[in-house]
């Protein structure tokens, strides 16, 4: 409602032209805009359609008369509101009452008094401007009590969003560090391994996804772990996720996480590797144990940054780099349908090669001091060197199991020490010359303790040995190779290499289940 006097409308409505003259002039005189209506019905009709900022109304009319009038004016909805001062001459209290029951908000008695009119007026358009500014106000009030509640549920969202976050990165910064013991600097010299740094050191600034391909042992997470520092992201976490340790059924709700309800037993909405790792680095280790459906999946994501949590519609959005790794020929997985070949082209955008710890032997000594001088710490033993006849017995193994290899036989010989030397008491395994001869087949796989047998050792090659060991242990198991008791688990292997071994040595079937009546050769 306006302020000025000029801007404000009244309505008078009486029959009587010379009280319509008195109002006209007096009020018009004030600054005031004034229409007129001679009875009821034509002031209904022109509050209708021009509704004014006040009304004076007469009680006695021909027709509707003032009490009626009154009635039907506060039954339309955009008049309920509008101040109705009666005009009257009728000094009965019950007529008052009769005026205010009908909706009036005030009276005055003729003959008009100039200053009692101007005066009521005044009192209720300054009422009814404030009731608009506090209904204008109050509507302004709510607005933002409904914004800012709706900012605050946002921000409690986020709130609660952040601390799901920080419990399950801490959940898994917890596992990390449960594990840190078998982790360590990446330690030698060698032209191998630093060929393999100079690589990491030349991608690690990029966000380009880099495929590690080594042997067992050969320190796969920790060339991950130097490719993050280096990078960008090192502010933000690193991320593991050990593809051959989930099962096929939950490697999905793994990797990208999983709202409540999603299957039996997800009681809670789950963040996922993937989004754990937003803004820094995953590491896929064994990547080549996904199955086939992840794998279409987590080429997706590699190519959109983008997956849907299982069971929500919902697509997330996320800026991740991956780095995978492998101790499979990955190509070769591609020929056999085993895994995709578009996603490996995805991963092997920049391959590093780890070299196993036979190609690096001149990184052996600085390894087990390195190793030594942790274990004195962690057992707190006074352990200072190792034996000379010790490293010429590491320094002449093949180390099948390279480094972790390596630094379980150093936690074993500390924890067996009593003194400030380190020694290794038992037999390791043939020398690292003679295995030397046949690695180009790959890694041969002669078990701590196991010679060649007696009588004729020249004439048996260690192809040989390990060939007639991993048939004895096939046979043990009946031609079981993965699972608990397989021929894998009692060679202390992975079950891939087995097969490989088994592949590259022609077992077949018929040598360790010969009742089959398969003939030699066949693939097992």
């Known amino acids: 409602m306006s302020s000025?006097?000029?801007?404000?409308?009244?309505?008078?409505?009486?029959?009587t032209a010379a009280n319509i003259g008195f109002l006209l002039d007096t009020l018009s005189k004030a600054g005031y805009r004034v229409r007129v209506a001679p009875d009821g019905e034509s002031?209904?009709?022109?509050?209708?359609?021009?509704?004014p900022d006040l009304v004076l109304l007469d009680v006695m009319m021909p027709g509707l008369d003032g009490f009626?009038?009154?009635?039907?004016?506060?039954?339309?909805?955009?008049?309920?509101?509008?101040?109705?001062?009666?005009?009257?001459?009728l000094s009965d209290a019950q007529d008052k009452v009769r005026a205010f029951a009908a909706g009036a908000d005030d009276y005055v008695t003729k003959p008009f008094q100039y200053e009692e009119v101007l005066a009521r007026v005044r009192l209720h358009l300054t009422r009814r401007e404030l009731e608009c500014k506090l209904a204008y106000l109050n509507r302004d009030l709510e607005a933002r009590v409904v914004a800012r509640t709706a900012?605050?549920?946002?921000?409690?969202?986020?709130?609660?969003?952040?601390?799901?976050?920080?419990?399950q990165e801490n959940r898994y910064l917890k596992q990390e560090i449960s594990e840190a013991g078998n982790l360590g600097e990446i330690v030698g010299s060698s032209p191998a391994l630093q060929a393999a740094l100079r690589k990491v050191a030349a991608v690690a600034p990029t966000d380009s996804t880099v495929l590690i391909h080594g042997e067992t042992g050969t320190g796969k997470e920790l060339f991950?772990?130097?490719?993050?520092?280096?990078?960008?992201?090192r502010d933000k976490p690193m991320i593991k996720l050990n593809c051959s340790a989930i099962s096929a059924g939950l490697v999905e709700s793994e990797l990208f996480g999983h709202v409540k309800g999603a299957f039996t037993g997800a009681t809670e909405r789950r963040m996922g590797r993937f989004e754990l790792a937003d803004g820094g680095t995953l590491f896929l280790d064994e990547v080549s144990e996904l199955p086939l459906e992840t794998q279409a999946k987590l080429l997706r994501v590699l190519q959109e940054q983008e997956f849907e949590p299982v069971g929500s519609s919902?697509?997330?959005?996320?800026?991740?780099?991956?780095?995978?790794?492998?101790?499979?020929?990955?190509?070769?997985?591609?020929?056999?349908g085993r895994f995709r070949s578009d996603l490996y082209y995805r991963l092997n955008v920049f391959p590093v090669d780890l070299p196993s710890l036979r190609e690096r032997p001149e990184d052996i000594a600085s390894l087990a001091t390195h190793f030594m001088q942790r274990m004195a710490r962690?057992?707190?033993?006074?352990?200072?060197?190792?034996a000379p006849a010790t490293l010429s017995k590491l320094n002449a193994?093949?180390?099948?199991?390279?480094?972790?290899?390596?630094?379980?036989?150093i936690e074993r010989a500390a924890v067996l020490s009593s003194g400030a030397v380190l020694s290794v008491d038992w037999e390791l395994g043939p020398p690292a010359a003679a295995v030397g001869a046949k690695e180009s087949g790959g890694t041969p796989l002669i078990p701590s303790g196991v010679s060649a047998p007696a009588g004729e050792p020249e004439a048996q090659s260690l192809e040989a040995i390990e060939r007639e060991h991993i048939i004895a242990m096939l046979r043990k198991t009946r031609g079981v190779v993965e699972g608990a008791n397989g021929a894998a688990q009692l060679l202390d292997m992975n079950p891939s290499t087995v097969r490989f071994r088994m592949k590259k040595l022609g077992i077949s079937k018929f040598d360790y289940l010969p009742d089959t009546g398969m003939r030699s050769g066949t693939s097992p």
């Open 4 to 15: 000025s006097a000029g801007q404000r409308s009244i309505l008078v409505v009486d029959d």
């Open 43 to 51: 002031a209904l009709e022109q509050l209708q359609y021009s509704p």
């Open 68 to 89: 009626e009038t009154c009635r039907r004016l506060r039954q339309l909805p955009k008049l309920e509101k509008i101040p109705v001062i009666f005009m009257t001459a």
């Open 378 to 386: 962690k057992l707190r033993k006074p352990l200072e060197s190792i």
């Open 151 to 167: 900012e605050l549920k946002s921000a409690l969202e986020e709130v609660e969003a952040l601390k799901s976050r920080l419990q």
């Open 397 to 409: 193994y093949s180390w099948p199991g390279n480094i972790r290899d390596l630094q379980n036989t």
């Open 314 to 336: 919902k697509t997330l959005k996320v800026d991740v780099r991956v780095i995978a790794a492998t101790n499979r020929e990955l190509i070769s997985d591609v020929g056999s």
């Open 224 to 233: 991950a772990r130097a490719l993050h520092a280096q990078s960008a992201r």
